[in-house]
């Protein structure tokens, strides 16, 4: 029972300086309340309105994943989930941001990431609400470094993509494409075995996306948290 109040500890209690010495960062603070505050009335503002419009499926795009888990992330203060959804959105939604700044400011679309916000059919609450995009890499990375990296969260990121991949193109609409299961882009693609692209998919995000992001987060943060006990 004390080893597992020990494991309790470490992984979702908030991390402060009187946790130094069981395995938390010296540097670790805890996280505002006015920042879990605001988060939670955000989504209760975003969350009905998405689930109207969009349905709940939408609530599978690795980026919609992110918002929700971010939310237990800050009022746990668990640095293992903010860290996952730190390896899974980092880099793809520091994409987006460039996506739609290059667009708005020059207005030469990039690679269409962020292409639906420039759409006139959807409305001016429906797009205010999807700026989230713009703050999240920065949340994310600010939260890491305030409660550390955890380095499972390359490994348990994978996991779940391997769940979210197969249910995206098994249970929802090909219209969606939801996390391109059926095609880079807006698009089917038809240039291969629709079970290989997925296949390739699965592995791409691992690989492709995850490890070198989880990589750099564990050189930048190194010894900002560690799962490690000190003996």
Not at 20 to 28: D, N
Not at 101 to 124: D, K, N, T
């Amino acid at each position: 029972m004390k080893l597992l109040s020990e494991v309790d500890g470490r992984q979702f209690a908030p991390a402060t300086r009187a946790s130094v010495g069981r395995g938390a960062s010296c540097c670790a603070r805890e996280v505002p309340l006015w920042v879990k505050v605001f988060y939670t009335a955000f989504l209760g503002v975003l969350i009905p309105v998405y689930w109207g419009y969009y349905g709940p499926a939408n609530f599978l795009w690795f980026s919609d994943i992110a918002l929700l888990v971010t939310l237990p992330a800050l009022w746990l203060e668990s640095r293992f989930l903010a860290s996952t959804q730190a390896v899974s959105v980092a880099l793809l939604e520091s994409l987006w941001v460039v996506d739609f700044l290059v667009r708005l400011v020059a207005g030469v679309q990039l690679i269409g990431l962020s292409a639906y916000m420039f759409e006139p059919e959807r409305s001016l609450l429906l797009r205010g609400l999807s700026l989230f995009h713009l703050a999240m890499p920065a949340l994310l990375l600010w939260l890491v470094w305030r409660l550390g990296y955890d380095r499972r969260a390359w490994l348990a990121q994978t996991a779940l993509a391997l769940i979210v991949l197969p249910v995206c193109y098994f249970f929802t609409d090909p219209a969606d494409n939801i996390n391109w299961v059926f095609g880079p882009g807006e698009g089917r693609q038809d240039w291969m075995a629709p079970g290989l692209y997925l296949a390739l998919l699965m592995a791409f995000f691992p690989l492709g996306v995850y490890l070198p992001t989880h990589l750099v987060l564990r050189r930048l943060f190194r010894g900002r948290g560690t799962n490690e006990r000190k003996e």
